[in-house]
């Protein structure tokens, strides 16, 4: 089964920018569609990004405009770029398979982003 780790996140100032990654391992997600996930305290999972195999990117209104979700297939690696972080983005960032919880591995420990001045 994948298995996928995060990593990237930190505590950044309102305005402020990060690069989340997300490496594959024991198997190749080059023809999957992948999505970066985020659980804020208190409230459910939710989706922030999500790219197809082929690459086309897909987002929620909440962070359009201010996230880029990417990916390295030669490198089993997914990425997501935040810019003009909010306090709103606060949350466990996680990296899955787009099609969770149908087709879903182990959920990760996340990498947890705080944005606070």
């Known amino acids: 089964q994948v298995q996928l780790v995060e990593s990237g996140g930190g505590l950044v100032q309102p305005g402020g920018s990060l690069r989340l990654s997300c490496a594959a391992s024991?198997?190749?997600?080059?023809?999957?569609?992948m999505a970066w996930y985020r659980r804020a305290p208190g409230k459910q999972r939710e989706v922030v990004a999500a790219i197809t195999s082929g690459g086309t990117t897909d987002y929620p209104y909440s962070v359009k405009g201010r996230f880029t979700i990417s990916r390295d297939n030669a490198k089993n690696m997914v990425y997501l770029k935040m810019n003009s972080l909010k306090p709103d983005d606060t949350a466990v960032y996680y990296c899955n398979f787009r099609l969770c919880p149908f087709q879903c591995s182990p959920w990760g420990q996340g990498t947890q982003v705080t944005v606070s001045s």
């Open positions: 024991r198997g190749s997600i080059r023809l999957n569609a």
